[in-house]
T-cell receptor, first 114, second 111 residues
Framework: DQQVKQNSPSLSVQEGRISILNCDYT??????FLWYKKYPAEGPTFLIS?????DKNEDGRFTVFLNKSAKHLSLHIVPSQPGDSAVYFC?????????????FGKGTLLTVNP | NAGVTQTPKFRILKIGQSMTLQCTQD?????MYWYRQDPGMGLKLIYY???????DKGEVPNGYNVSRSTTEDFPLRLELAAPSQTSVYFC??????????FGPGTRLTVL
């Protein structure tokens, strides 16, 4: 049973346009969400996070939106750049006593075309 | 700081062989994790540790063992390699928080 779902395996956008990556979760105990970016042959690197007490968090070109009632979050990248081409993982945590364990989605491969 | 380092980068094993994947972090993090990533799948937690001497199973522990004798090191042991263990393995660590730092991964093939 997948608790964190990224239903789009891939997304292709033009350079300069907006990229929107989506993530849904089923566990209502999750209260902290992270996005990781992964290039081929490298480990995931942290991109941006959001706590459930917020509905938006911005960091430069990256914005994460959280809709708790819909159990949905999205990552917006504006403007998209070719260097953003990577796999993006959504992760969630926050269950009591979780020892900071993260539950990951399957990832979305973003390709930004020049 | 080197962060989280993993060795080897690549390894090919024959069915039934054993090996240890090494993971070291120099950030004095108490929490360490082992994940595997299969093609088209997310990261699945194998084992984790909340401090030296303390380990616990994650989502997919079968076929693996771990130990944590020091804060820095968290090796993952495969005793009898099987083709189903062909995967990319990532080690991660964190201090008391949710931001995990990942190593570069070990790509393992079992033939």
């Amino acid at each position: 049973d997948q608790q964190v779902k990224q239903n789009s395996p891939s997304l292709s956008v033009q350079e300069g346009r907006i990229s929107i990556l989506n993530c849904d979760y089923t566990n209502s105990m999750f209260d902290y969400f992270l996005w990781y970016k992964k290039y081929p042959a490298e480990g995931p690197t942290f991109l941006i996070s959001i706590s459930s007490i917020k509905d938006k968090n911005e960091d430069g070109r990256f914005t994460v939106f959280l809709n708790k009632s819909a159990k949905h979050l999205s990552l917006h990248i504006v403007p998209s750049q070719p260097g953003d081409s990577a796999v993006y993982f959504c992760a969630a945590s926050g269950e009591e006593g979780s020892n900071y364990k993260l539950t990951f989605g399957k990832g979305t491969l973003l390709t930004v075309n020049p | 700081n080197a962060g989280v380092t993993q060795t080897p980068k690549f390894r090919i094993l024959k069915i039934g062989q054993s090996m240890t994947l090494q993971c070291t972090q120099d950030m004095n993090h108490n929490y360490m994790y082992w994940y595997r990533q299969d093609p088209g799948m997310g990261l699945k937690l194998i084992y984790y540790s909340v401090g030296a001497g303390i380990t616990d199973k994650g989502e997919v522990p079968n076929g693996y063992n771990v130990s944590r004798s020091t804060t820095e090191d968290f090796p993952l042991r495969l005793e009898l390699a099987a083709p189903s263990q062909t995967s990319v393995y990532f080690c991660a660590s964190t201090s008391k928080g949710l931001l995990q730092f990942f190593g570069p991964g070990t790509r393992l093939t079992v033939l």
